[in-house]
């Protein structure tokens, strides 16, 4: 039986590579393993895919049973309803570790850096394995979405260093300039409802009871999304009445470098707490922020405590 390997809900560029690295790396070291996804791939992903001849991983919602590799997250609001059915053999990942527990012990690489592929690029190297070219190509595509072309504060020397290695692997001359077209393609919302923005890079939390879901569309314009930010708040206000306490969605200016957050919550004072700006009417700028990991989700648990 192949080993599965997954990513998050709403799979993002990250989830969507790093599952098919890590199962090409798994295969190349004599354990069988496929690649799988939680859900379509994004505009991004599939710009990513089609440009470096990669296949998109098949659609898995059911994992009771199965053996699995989790990639990019180890949280089970963020995995199958059957988790804890199935066998978790590894993980890879670059954020804080979730509510996932494990019957035996496991392979576990969890770094502090921008994106789980840099994670991959480490393995590939520790175990003297060549990362195939389009991979690599995928690979650095995913840290540059990750690490908003290096902006974000969860970048490191270890993320740029694993981009200037991996194209030279995959033939890309200039990595900005790639970077600029990947966020063009990712800042598209022409012909997207209002749902699938939202859902576009969009993760549930438990705040300390409390659900919460934190959204993010990162944009190269913020003007971009001048058009349905009246939509995009009355999807928020649908999504928050099935049964959370609060819905955030940061529109991410990569070139202002700043968050605009439109706000849901039964109690809005956990943004102040969070942030110490008072929200007026149904948004708040947040310059700086860029990394929901890193400059959100931590405030908010802090502040929901």
Same mark, same amino acid.
């Given at each position: 039986?192949?080993?599965?390997?997954?990513?998050?809900?709403?799979?993002?560029?990250? #989830?969507?590579?790093?599952?098919?690295?890590?199962?090409?790396?798994?295969?190349?070291?004599?354990?069988?393993? *496929?690649?799988?996804?939680?859900?379509?791939?994004?505009?991004?992903?599939?710009?990513?895919?089609?440009?470096?001849?990669?296949?998109?991983?098949?659609?898995?919602?059911?994992?009771?049973?199965?053996?699995?590799?989790?990639?990019?997250?180890?949280?089970?609001?963020?995995?199958?309803?059957?988790? $804890?059915?199935?066998?978790?053999?590894?993980?890879?990942?670059?954020?804080?570790?979730?509510?996932?527990? *494990?019957?035996?012990?496991?392979?576990?690489?969890?770094?502090?850096?921008?994106?789980?592929?840099?994670?991959?690029?480490?393995?590939?190297?520790?175990?003297?394995?060549?990362?195939?070219?389009?991979? $690599?190509?995928?690979?650095?595509?995913?840290?540059?979405?990750?690490?908003?072309?290096?902006?974000?504060?969860?970048?490191?020397?270890?993320?740029?260093?694993?981009?200037?290695?991996?194209?030279?692997?995959?033939?890309?001359?200039?990595?900005?300039?790639?970077?600029?077209?990947?966020?063009?393609?990712?800042?598209?919302?022409?012909?997207?409802?209002?749902?699938?923005?939202?859902?576009?890079?969009?993760?549930?939390?438990?705040?300390?009871? #409390?659900?919460?879901?934190?959204?993010?569309?990162?944009?190269?314009?913020?003007?971009?999304?001048?058009?349905?930010?009246?939509?995009?708040?009355?999807?928020?206000?649908?999504?928050?009445?099935?049964?959370?306490?609060?819905?955030?969605?940061?529109?991410?200016?990569?070139?202002?470098?700043?968050?605009?957050?439109?706000?849901?919550?039964?109690?809005?004072?956990?943004?102040?707490?969070?942030?110490?700006?008072?929200?007026?009417?149904?948004?708040?700028?947040?310059?700086?922020?860029?990394?929901?990991?890193?400059?959100?989700?931590?405030?908010?648990?802090?502040?929901?405590?």
């Amino acid at each position: 039986m192949a080993v599965l390997v997954m990513g998050h809900m709403n799979p993002d560029t990250d #989830s969507i590579v790093s599952a098919l690295a890590v199962a090409d790396l798994m295969s190349k070291r004599g354990v069988e393993a *496929t690649a799988v996804a939680q859900g379509e791939c994004t505009p991004e992903s599939t710009f990513v895919l089609e440009k470096f001849g990669l296949a998109a991983p098949e659609v898995v919602t059911s994992v009771a049973g199965k053996d699995l590799i989790l990639v990019d997250t180890t949280d089970g609001a963020q995995l199958p309803a059957d988790i $804890a059915d199935a066998e978790i053999k590894g993980v890879v990942d670059h954020h804080k570790l979730g509510n996932v527990t *494990t019957s035996n012990p496991l392979e576990m690489w969890v770094w502090p850096v921008g994106c789980s592929c840099t994670v991959i690029k480490a393995m590939y190297d520790f175990y003297g394995i060549e990362v195939p070219k389009g991979i $690599a190509g995928g690979m650095l595509c995913a840290i540059l979405s990750d690490t908003v072309m290096f902006k974000s504060v969860t970048c490191t020397e270890q993320d740029k260093k694993a981009v200037e290695e991996l194209a030279k692997i995959a033939g890309v001359s200039d990595v900005m300039a790639l970077g600029m077209e990947m966020f063009k393609v990712k800042s598209a919302v022409e012909g997207a409802t209002m749902s699938e923005l939202v859902f576009r890079d969009y993760k549930d939390f438990d705040m300390n009871g #409390s659900k919460v879901g934190i959204g993010q569309l990162e944009v190269v314009d913020l003007s971009i999304l001048d058009p349905v930010k009246d939509g995009l708040y009355e999807e928020i206000q649908k999504v928050k009445a099935d049964g959370r306490h609060s819905v955030f969605l940061l529109l991410t200016d990569i070139m202002k470098e700043g968050s605009e957050m439109l706000i849901v919550s039964d109690d809005t004072v956990v943004v102040e707490k969070a942030f110490g700006v008072k929200p007026e009417g149904r948004s708040v700028w947040l310059d700086g922020v860029m990394s929901r990991k890193k400059q959100v989700v931590p405030n908010f648990e802090k502040a929901f405590k």
